[in-house]
């Protein structure tokens, strides 16, 4: 079944404002990744955090995990027209040589100048 | 510089036909995927390969064959296609099968 549940699946907001998405996931985890895929393209690693991590911060992306709660959250700061993309998380698990990462259903973020 | 590259991009087809969808990337990574996003975009891992050797196989149908003729290719051929496969296919490779994965730009194949 399907690892990683995002909320909200979609957001609109106005250009400068601040966007959070928040990732939720089943089983444990080695780590979760962010990624971005623009509307007809691939994706785009953005973030990743590891397990024992709590916070990291990768130029305006704020990402927080708790493992207790098996959440995770991804902040945009002063977003841009250029950040309307789907975001996903997604999480690393499994055996050590048959990991495989896990995405949730995505956020669709819409930046409105 | 293309690190991950997929071809076609576009493919219409009909049912039943058999098509195949090419993968190669120069990143030197010794492990490639493919992952089906369906039109929820929802994104599942198909396969798994490392150096030239099926790790994962998410109970995917036999009509789809990947085939990996060394580290740097990854093909997937399928046969007998049918409507539900209408799908945009990503390829992808990560070095030694964890953290970062690189993707290509996706093969959106609808099948009529």
């Known amino acids: 079944s399907q690892q990683g549940e995002e909320d909200p699946q979609a957001l609109s907001i106005q250009e400068g404002e601040n966007a959070t998405m928040n990732c939720s996931y089943k089983?444990?985890?080695?780590?979760l990744q962010w990624y971005r895929q623009n509307s007809g393209r691939g994706l785009v690693h953005l973030i990743l955090?590891?397990?024992?991590?709590r916070e990291k911060h990768s130029g305006r992306l704020r990402v927080t995990l708790d493992t207790s709660k098996k959440s995770s959250s991804l902040l945009i700061t002063a977003s841009r027209a250029a950040d309307t993309a789907s975001y996903f998380c997604?999480?690393?698990?499994?055996?050590?040589?048959?990991?495989?990462?896990?995405f949730g259903q995505g956020t669709r973020l819409t930046i409105n100048p | 510089d293309t690190a991950v590259s997929q071809t076609p991009k576009y493919l219409v087809t009909q049912m039943g036909n058999d098509k195949s969808i090419k993968c190669e990337q120069n990143l030197g990574h010794d492990t490639m995927y493919w992952y089906k996003q369906d039109s929820k975009k929802f994104l599942k891992i198909m396969f798994s390969?490392?150096?030239?050797?099926?790790?994962i196989n998410e109970t995917v149908p036999n009509r789809f064959s990947p085939k990996s003729p060394d580290k740097a290719h990854l093909n997937l051929h399928i046969n007998s296609l049918e409507l539900g496969d209408s799908a945009v296919y990503f390829c992808a490779s990560s070095h030694n099968g964890g953290n970062t994965i690189y993707f290509g730009e996706g093969s959106w194949l609808t099948v009529v």
């Open positions: 955090i590891r397990s024992n991590e």
């Open positions: 089983t444990s985890i080695n780590n």
């Open positions: 390969y490392n150096n030239k050797e099926l790790i």
């Open positions: 997604a999480t690393l698990g499994g055996v050590q040589g048959a990991q495989k990462l896990v």
